[in-house]
């Protein structure tokens, strides 16, 4: 059997939207950055469905964010276990442009042949030659919602069919 694809996962445009669409249900709470507290607004059955997948071994998330030195009190706010980090301190502290820092994360989730799922208001690059050569062979899903929305119910079903898919 496969290992499950690893999932590159970012918070602001993401998870923490204004408006996102999973039904009435919002939560709202705030997560301390660098010394600063930033209100973060979310859909609980977001965060339930990536627990699922998480917990049910169909992915291996990764926060990928610039989050990454804080994202332990993301994953105590939003109830998630301790998810690895792509990106380190010393990575976001040195980098001009974070949207390459996370192009090269992913990048090398797939030179260490791992399949990948990328969700990322931004980085996720838009339809192209780059898109193409991620996603060459099936070995990519790239996600890129609406950064005001987040991911929808229908994102997290192709994340789930991506994962079933490279399972086997």
């Known amino acids: 059997m496969r290992r499950p694809p690893v999932w590159l996962l970012d918070v602001d445009g993401v ?18 950055s660098e010394g600063v507290d930033w209100p973060l607004r979310w859909a609980p059955a977001l965060i ?13 998330v990764r926060w990928c964010s ?18 690895a980090r792509a990106l ?11 949207d390459l820092l996370k192009l090269a994360a992913a990048r090398r989730v797939l030179a260490a ?7 990322d208001d931004t980085a996720v690059p838009l339809p192209g030659p780059l898109a193409t050569a991620l996603t060459a062979g099936g070995r990519a899903l790239l996600i890129r ?20 898919r490279t399972r086997s």
């Open 145 to 164: 919602p609406h950064p005001r929305r987040g991911l929808r119910p229908r994102d997290l079903t192709r994340i789930e069919e991506f994962a079933h």
């Open 48 to 60: 339930t469905r990536i627990r699922r997948l998480s917990a049910a071994g169909l992915v291996e």
């Open 113 to 119: 042949r791992r399949r990948l799922i990328w969700t």
């Open 88 to 98: 380190t301190p010393a990575d976001l502290d040195t980098a001009e442009d974070t």
């Open 15 to 32: 998870i923490n939207t204004r408006r996102p669409l999973w039904g009435p249900q919002l939560c709202r709470g705030v997560a301390r």
């Open 66 to 83: 610039t989050w990454c030195p804080d994202a332990d009190a993301l994953e105590r706010l939003f109830g998630l276990p301790a998810y």
